[in-house]
T-cell receptor
Framework: QKEVEQDPGPLSVPEGAIVSLNCTYS??????FMWYRQYSRKGPELLMY????GNKEDGRFTAQVDKSSKYISLFIRDSQPSDSATYLC????????????FGAGTQVVVTP | DAGVIQSPRHEVTEMGQEVTLRCKPI?????LFWYRQTMMRGLELLIY????????DSGMPEDRFSAKMPNASFSTLKIQPSEPRDSAVYFC?????????????FGPGTRLTVL
């Protein structure tokens, strides 16, 4: 079993809707959590970085961490066609790039 | 800055051939990372360097894979001999620090197909 599980999708939503993405994990020691966005045939780019539990908001993006349930979420409000991409979660026990485990990614399609 | 530069962008080769992927990190970044991405396994860290020295190569799948960083502005990932299961997108990334609060910047990737 993988340490980080993510539904591959695709997740199709109409423009303006809220996109809800999530990852589950098995290692209760994970403390550092990230969300990446990856456009087709491009490298991933960091969207959100959070430590421990709680919420973090950045513009239309909100990241939530529920350590008791071993579950993290990313919400995209007022979705736009430009949000169509694959979203990857990543997490680690320590704040070290060498230790982050990535999810397989969820493909999101926002239709006009 | 031009960002992380990778070459070639696409590589098609036959099984048994040697493949060399190249990366130029962002100037001033001390950390360089090589990743592999497949549909089945997602994004996996293969190896990373700090100040041109390999720090952790535990993700390198087997002895057929090797990576070098002869100077601060250049790194290579070599596969010899290549096999069809090596087909994947290989990403290079660089960062100014090892902590995740130091953003990691990815290159556009090299799409490798081994026939």
């Amino acid at each position: 079993q993988k340490e980080v599980e993510q539904d591959p999708g695709p997740l199709s939503v109409p423009e303006g809707a809220i996109v809800s993405l999530n990852c589950t994990y098995s290692n209760s020691a994970f403390q550092y959590f990230m969300w990446y966005r990856q456009y087709s045939r491009k490298g991933p780019e960091l969207l959100m970085y959070t430590y421990s539990s709680g919420n973090k908001e950045d513009g239309r993006f909100t990241a939530q961490v529920d350590k008791s349930s071993k579950y993290i979420s990313l919400f995209i409000r007022d979705s736009q066609p430009s949000d169509s991409a694959t979203y990857l979660c990543a997490m680690s026990v320590t704040d070290s790039w060498g230790k982050f485990q990535f999810g397989a990614g969820t493909q999101v399609v926002v239709t006009p | 800055d031009a960002g992380v530069i990778q070459s070639p962008r696409h590589e098609v080769t036959e099984m048994g051939q040697e493949v060399t992927l190249r990366c130029k990190p962002i100037s001033g970044h001390d950390y360089l990372f090589w990743y592999r991405q497949t549909m089945m396994r997602g994004l996996e860290l293969l190896i990373y360097f700090n100040n041109n020295v390999p720090i952790d190569d535990s993700g390198m799948p087997e002895d057929r894979f090797s990576a070098k960083m002869p100077n601060a502005s250049f790194s290579t990932l070599k596969i010899q001999p290549s096999e069809p299961r090596d087909s994947a997108v290989y990403f290079c990334a660089s960062s100014s620090g090892t902590g995740a609060h130091n953003e990691q910047f990815f290159g556009p990737g090299t799409r490798l197909t081994v026939l």
